[in-house]
């Protein structure tokens, strides 16, 4: 069964970096994207990214703030987050699947879900 494992949420304050690892094993996807859902919100997409690397999409709210890479060798996927806003809280999710086509952006594209890793950026 494949699985996948997030790590590196914390506490950090407003201008900060962070960086997220996902972590997949069982399976290679096709591909893997980052969610987020704050207190009260409803999930929404954060970033994507293709096996090959060749396609990567990213929400409007954190174009040149966040990246999306790989590294197919270890099946991880990062997500590094610079100058971090207190709207950026929530429970950070990793998400796979083998959508291969469209802008990847709704949770339904996607069949396997980590457990999700909280970021609270707070001063």
């Known amino acids: 069964q494949p699985r996948l494992a997030e790590s590196g949420g914390g506490l950090v304050q407003p201008g900060d970096s962070l960086g997220l690892s996902c972590s997949a094993s069982?399976?290679?996807?096709?591909?893997t994207a980052w969610f987020r859902q704050a207190p009260g919100k409803e999930r929404e997409f954060v970033a994507a990214?293709?096996?090959?690397?060749?396609?990567?999409n990213y929400a409007d709210s954190i174009k040149g703030r966040f990246t999306i890479s790989r590294d197919n060798a270890k099946n991880t996927v990062y997500l590094q987050m610079n100058n971090l806003k207190s709207e950026d809280t929530a429970v950070y999710y990793c998400?796979?699947?083998?959508?291969?086509?469209?802008?990847?952006?709704?949770?339904?594209?996607?069949?396997?879900w980590g457990q999700g890793t909280q970021v609270t950026v707070s001063s």
């Open positions: 069982g399976h290679v996807f096709v591909t």
């Open positions: 998400a796979a699947g083998g959508v291969f086509s469209g802008p990847r952006t709704h949770a339904g594209d996607y069949d396997h």
């Open positions: 990214i293709g096996w090959r690397g060749g396609f990567i």
